[in-house]
């Protein structure tokens, strides 16, 4: 690979992030933060990511978090884009044809907990922000994602909706944090993790002590996560870049 770096974007409900960072995960440029397009679907956001990254340094791959279950060979679910506008959709050869490097894109509570959970022992990584991603992480490496935003939080209202933005806004602050508190109190107990790290825009909103157990991580923490993506021990999770037609391997 001629050219280490590598573009991290991180799709949001809300919000689009993207920047680029060295080999080590090191940020080698400032965020580029755009409101995610409405509606979202796959030509939008692959038009947005193309035109937005334009003034960033050059790269030689592509890490994305999408928010959703993320296939090996396409998106299966995006419950805050539009689940019908994503199923069966191929970003990861999409973004490919964009910028003519290798892609990888995987859920994005995993990217984010990437650059977080070292370990040792069981790790769970939440995010707050437009829903609630959730993933678990063993000795530092992914082990699992979790479609935790999606179960219910009581009897009528999804994790998603009970601790994401719009709940945030309608609520207010001091409820808002209740219901913070209280999820994270059931998925400690759903887990039984060593330590459970909260990420995300809304992390920023928590206000009350944290058990031992629990830490609030600043937002941008998760994006070191993006170089982990393309290491050895994260090549179970992907296709091989070979796999995809016509797969072009110059860097941007």
């Not at 944090?177 to 993790?193: D, G, I």
């Not at 909103?205 to 937002?219: E, G, M, T």
Request: hydrophobic letters at 40%; charged letters at 15%.
């Amino acid at each position: 690979m001629s050219n280490p770096n590598i573009l991290c974007v991180d799709i949001g409900g809300t919000l689009v992030k993207a920047a680029t960072v060295n080999a080590s995960g090191v940020l080698i440029s400032d965020f580029i933060t755009t409101q995610t397009p409405k509606p979202s679907t796959p030509d939008a956001l692959v038009d947005l990511i193309g035109d937005v990254v334009k003034t960033l340094p050059t790269f030689g791959r592509v890490s994305v978090g999408f928010p959703g279950v993320v296939g090996r060979d396409h998106i299966k679910t995006a419950p805050n884009l539009g689940t019908h506008h994503w199923n069966e959709f191929d970003l990861e050869a999409a973004l490919q044809r964009t910028f003519g490097v290798p892609v990888r894109v995987l859920n994005d509570a995993i990217v984010y907990g990437l650059g977080i959970a070292k370990g040792p022992g069981r790790e769970c990584v939440l995010t707050f922000g437009t829903g609630m991603g959730c993933a678990l992480f063993c000795n530092g490496s992914a082990f699992f994602g979790l479609e935790l935003g999606q179960h219910y939080a009581n009897d009528d209202l999804n994790y998603d909706q009970y601790i994401g933005h719009a709940a945030y806004l309608a609520l207010g602050d001091d409820a808002w944090n209740e219901r913070a508190k209280h999820v994270l109190a059931k998925v400690q107990a759903l887990t039984n993790v060593d330590h459970l790290f909260v990420g995300g825009g809304n992390s920023r909103r928590i206000n009350f002590a944290l058990p031992p157990w629990a830490s609030v991580v600043p937002p941008a923490s998760g994006i070191a996560g993006g170089a982990r993506l393309w290491r050895s021990e994260m090549d179970q999770w992907f296709r091989q870049t070979s796999d995809l037609v016509g797969a072009p391997t110059e860097s941007r």
